[in-house]
């Protein structure tokens, strides 16, 4: 009885000492972390986070960033962008653009990322290095090299003046009714590469099991995609739909390169409104204040769609859990 008591007091000495090293080890490795993530976190704070946190205090001064004389006015620089007509046409044209380059971006990449992940298809790494090209051109490069392409005198009606299908030359960029298409088109081209990785990535993670099994079953490619692929992606596909959503409402530099907003304010987005007031004199002197709140205004309509997005995302998945 005493060689068994002493040899289970060694044995909970043994396991206390163990403990206290997994303990410890945890306590260091987590300490580690915060060391490599503080000068991101840094980095985030300085540049992220305290313009942020500035803009809200901006955003109650009549100030136009240039003078020391700012006054402070409340919340009249938001009930004045509320009461803007221009402010509004630009919130709707950043919905359209929205509108026009995301379905695009899922639809289109998605197929494209299907047929590249079929395994016996030739020369797939190379299709995909032409897609993902654009992603790494500069987009102010590409807004500036469109507009020589895409004018009146440009190679693209040169080449459907050609082809017969214009009897003459279309102003793409210079006509309200067409600049706005133009602009979805080439962003769509633009950003076609980053959605091809998203939905490759999600391919990717699916198991091949499935197909097989499916294939002994008999099913054909139209009903694997539709009963495998497509439920099994809709997680991801939610993800990569969010990412489209913000990064389309906030398109500003290829906007502004090619048609600075017109023609009339044909393809004017808040971006671009918001740039007009804080850092130009087309509206006389810089509105740093008023331009604050209209972007903290349209940031707000931001979040509310991501929480929006955020909710149906939960809501699907716990119907699939059901």
Same mark, same amino acid.
């Given at each position: 009885?005493?060689?068994?008591?002493?040899?289970?007091?060694?044995?909970?000495?043994?396991?206390?000492?163990?403990?206290?090293?997994?303990?410890?080890?945890?306590?260091?490795?987590?300490?580690?972390?915060?060391?490599?993530?503080?000068?991101?976190?840094?980095?985030?704070?300085?540049?992220?986070?305290?313009?942020?946190?500035?803009?809200?205090?901006?955003?109650?001064?009549?100030?136009?960033?240039?003078?020391?004389?700012?006054?402070?006015?409340?919340?009249?620089?938001?009930?004045?962008?509320?009461?803007?007509?221009?402010?509004?046409?630009?919130?709707?044209?950043?919905?359209?653009?929205?509108?026009?380059?995301?379905?695009?971006?899922?639809?289109?990449?998605?197929?494209?990322?299907?047929?590249?992940?079929?395994?016996?298809?030739?020369?797939?790494?190379?299709?995909?290095?032409?897609?993902?090209?654009?992603?790494?051109?500069?987009?102010?490069?590409?807004?500036?090299?469109?507009?020589?392409?895409?004018?009146?005198?440009?190679?693209?009606?040169?080449?459907?003046?050609?082809?017969?299908?214009?009897?003459?030359? /279309?102003?793409? @960029?210079?006509?309200?009714?067409? +600049?706005?298409?133009?602009?979805? $088109? %080439?962003?769509?081209?633009? #950003?076609? !590469?980053?959605?091809?990785?998203?939905?490759?990535?999600?391919?990717?993670?699916?198991?091949?099991?499935?197909?097989?099994?499916?294939?002994?079953?008999?099913?054909?490619?139209?009903?694997?995609?539709?009963?495998?692929?497509?439920?099994?992606?809709?997680?991801?596909?939610? /993800?990569?739909? @969010?990412?489209?959503?913000?990064? +389309?409402?906030?398109?500003?530099? $290829? %906007?502004?390169?090619?048609? #600075?907003? !017109?023609?009339?304010?044909?393809?004017?987005?808040?971006?671009?409104?918001?740039?007009?007031?804080?850092?130009?004199?087309?509206?006389?002197?810089?509105?740093?204040?008023?331009?604050?709140?209209?972007?903290?205004?349209?940031?707000?309509?931001?979040?509310?769609?991501?929480? /929006?997005?955020?909710?149906?995302?939960?809501?699907?998945?716990?119907?699939?859990?059901?």
């Amino acid at each position: 009885m005493k060689e068994n008591i002493r040899t289970l007091s060694t044995d909970g000495l043994t396991v206390k000492k163990k403990t206290k090293t997994k303990t410890k080890s945890k306590s260091s490795n987590v300490a580690w972390y915060w060391v490599f993530l503080f000068p991101t976190l840094a980095l985030f704070a300085m540049f992220q986070g305290w313009p942020i946190l500035a803009s809200w205090y901006y955003a109650t001064l009549d100030w136009s960033g240039l003078t020391p004389d700012a006054k402070f006015i409340g919340l009249r620089n938001f009930i004045n962008v509320a009461q803007d007509p221009y402010f509004w046409n630009a919130f709707k044209n950043s919905f359209k653009f929205m509108l026009g380059t995301v379905p695009f971006h899922l639809l289109v990449a998605l197929v494209l990322a299907v047929i590249l992940h079929r395994p016996g298809l030739k020369a797939a790494n190379l299709f995909r290095t032409f897609i993902f090209l654009p992603v790494v051109t500069t987009t102010s490069i590409v807004g500036i090299i469109m507009v020589f392409i895409w004018g009146s005198d440009g190679a693209v009606n040169d080449t459907l003046l050609k082809l017969g299908l214009l009897e003459r030359p /279309i102003n793409w @960029l210079g006509d309200a009714d067409w +600049s706005m298409f133009t602009v979805i $088109l %080439i962003s769509v081209w633009k #950003n076609l !590469g980053v959605n091809l990785i998203y939905w490759l990535a999600g391919l990717q993670s699916i198991s091949k099991d499935l197909y097989e099994a499916a294939e002994v079953d008999g099913a054909s490619g139209v009903k694997k995609f539709f009963y495998i692929t497509v439920p099994l992606l809709i997680p991801i596909g939610t /993800i990569i739909l @969010l990412l489209n959503v913000v990064n +389309s409402l906030k398109a500003f530099d $290829l %906007i502004k390169t090619m048609t #600075n907003g !017109g023609p009339f304010f044909a393809t004017d987005v808040v971006s671009t409104y918001i740039y007009r007031y804080a850092f130009t004199s087309e509206m006389g002197l810089p509105q740093l204040g008023y331009a604050s709140a209209a972007g903290l205004f349209f940031a707000v309509t931001i979040c509310l769609l991501a929480i /929006i997005q955020s909710i149906v995302q939960k809501r699907i998945k716990g119907g699939k859990n059901l």
